[in-house]
């Protein structure tokens, strides 16, 4: 499995942005994808997530009825859009695969692929 996150830059707070996550893997049909994101100085922290033959989805408390985690099996991205963004949304972006068919997981370390990372900053 091979994720390209891509999609971060410089917003003001109140703006959005979405992020997109290029997925290439033979079948996705036990997968679950995530977005974590990491602050400076803190430890890496779950975002949200998505199965990808269910659509179902998972959002941390923080985020939720802000950011929108989807995917598209057509083109097989995961994209994650942000609105109303915080200063304390700033980190740099990660998108993440558990291919563990039936685990629920929000932990980072059960997740066993890993895009780049994109950065998110947001300042005035």
């Known amino acids: 499995v091979q994720l390209q996150a891509s999609g971060g830059g410089l917003v003001q707070p109140g703006g959005s942005l979405r992020l997109s996550c290029a997925a290439s893997a033979r079948s996705f049909s036990t997968y679950t994808l995530a977005w974590f994101r990491q602050a400076p100085g803190k430890e890496r922290e779950f975002v949200a997530r998505?199965?990808?033959?269910?659509?179902?989805?998972v959002y941390d408390s923080s985020v939720k009825g802000r950011f929108t985690i989807s995917r598209d099996s057509a083109k097989n991205t995961v994209d994650l859009q942000m609105n109303s963004l915080k200063p304390e949304d700033a980190a740099v972006y990660y998108c993440?695969?558990?291919?563990?068919?039936?685990?629920?997981?929000?932990?980072?370390?059960?997740?066993?692929?890993w895009g780049q990372g994109t950065q998110v900053t947001v300042s005035s």
């Open positions: 998505i199965i990808w033959t269910t659509g179902y989805t």
């Open positions: 993440a695969a558990d291919g563990t068919p039936m685990r629920v997981t929000t932990r980072p370390y059960d997740y066993g692929y």
